[in-house]
């Protein structure tokens, strides 16, 4: 009788801690790597921030908005075209700032500054670094502020430039 309530009382926790991090998402998520998933449960378009995605922040020091390198946000998505294939996979990348164009990238190895992919519900939106992302079902569409962006699906990229 004892085990059964210890049970009980564990599916009872773990269900309140699940539908809390589901609750959790209502609201604009932060997290730093994520994915999408189709009705099998596997993953259709993965997204995380990576330390060096062409964009431009402002300076207060330059009192400008500055070009270069900065955090900003690469998805990787099955079946995904390489218009001008070199080497590599290709990805989407999305930095911040008027600079920070929607275009396809090569990578070799992803370099997302998380390793922790946190599956984000449908309706769900993630925002960070000037980049706002609304996650519908398998689909995901993204921004910056200076309204660049991008719709990306499985087998299906377009540009918002």
């Known amino acids: 009788m004892n085990r059964f309530r210890i049970a009980t009382g564990l599916v009872v926790?773990?269900?309140?801690?699940?539908?809390?991090?589901?609750?959790?998402?209502?609201?604009?998520s932060h997290v730093l790597l994520w994915t999408t998933h189709n009705n099998t449960g596997n993953a259709t378009v993965v997204c995380g921030i990576t330390p060096d995605v062409y964009g431009s922040v402002y300076s207060s020091g330059a009192m400008a908005s500055v070009n270069g390198y900065y955090p900003g946000l690469q998805c990787d998505a099955e079946g995904l075209r390489n218009p001008h294939p070199q080497q590599g996979d290709p990805a989407v990348a999305?930095?911040?700032?008027s600079a920070g164009k929607a275009r396809i990238i090569e990578t070799s190895q992803d370099n997302y500054e998380s390793s922790h992919f946190t599956r984000m519900p449908e309706h769900a939106t993630w925002s960070k670094d000037g980049i706002t992302c609304k996650i519908d079902k398998a689909t995901v569409s993204c921004?910056?502020?200076?309204g660049h962006g991008f719709t990306l699906r499985k087998g299906y990229f377009k540009a918002h430039n």
């Open 94 to 97: 999305l930095g911040q700032g």
């Open 143 to 146: 921004h910056n502020t200076a």
């Open 13 to 28: 926790a773990i269900t309140a801690v699940t539908l809390g991090a589901v609750g959790a998402f209502a609201k604009t």
